[in-house]
């Protein structure tokens, strides 16, 4: 399952951090994770100053497939 849209603003989180909610759910649906986490993770450099995406991929625990992020980043740029 993938949020479609999985930038920053759509993931509501509490005054210490913690997740709350995700919004604009109008995309979600069946789909390749990268597609959201390609999203995620440049809108992560969008929102927030002095934000280092090394630090993401460590905490997620996972290498990050960057084949996959330059194109669902692209697709993304281009719709």
């Not at 399952?1 to 993931?11: L, V, Y």
């Not at 709350?20 to 440049?42: F, I, N, P, S």
């Amino acid at each position: 399952m993938c949020h479609g849209d999985a930038c920053a603003p759509n993931t509501l989180i509490d005054d210490a951090g913690n997740f709350l909610a995700h919004v604009d759910l109008g995309r979600v649906g069946a789909a390749d994770r990268w597609a959201d986490l390609a999203v995620l993770t440049m809108s992560l450099a969008w929102n927030y100053r002095d934000y280092d995406e090394s630090i993401f991929w460590r905490a997620y625990g996972a290498q990050p497939d960057w084949t996959r992020i330059d194109f669902y980043r692209r697709l993304w740029d281009a719709t």
